[in-house]
């Protein structure tokens, strides 16, 4: 879990943080505002995917021993 909240904390620092947009006047920001949004929610969709499999596993493993 730990790694998962490191990672993406590292993709939206690292990789959304200095993405601009340019061409849109003053739209810049609210576009710009809305393109990361959206590609942060759907990072944390990502991740509750991937914990869910995680948790799945882990409690298969549990019921079979």
């Known amino acids: 879990m730990w790694i998962l909240i490191i990672v993406g904390g590292g993709i939206v620092v690292v990789l959304l943080g200095p993405v601009s947009?340019?061409?849109f006047g003053d739209l810049d920001w609210f576009i710009l505002?809305?393109?990361?949004?959206v590609i942060a929610i759907l990072l944390v969709i990502?991740?509750?995917?991937?914990l869910s499999k995680l948790k799945n596993?882990?409690?298969?493993?549990?019921?079979e021993s």
């Open 21 to 23: 947009i340019s061409g």
């Open 57 to 63: 596993m882990i409690f298969r493993k549990e019921i």
């Open 46 to 50: 990502v991740w509750i995917l991937i």
């Open 33 to 37: 505002s809305v393109i990361k949004a």
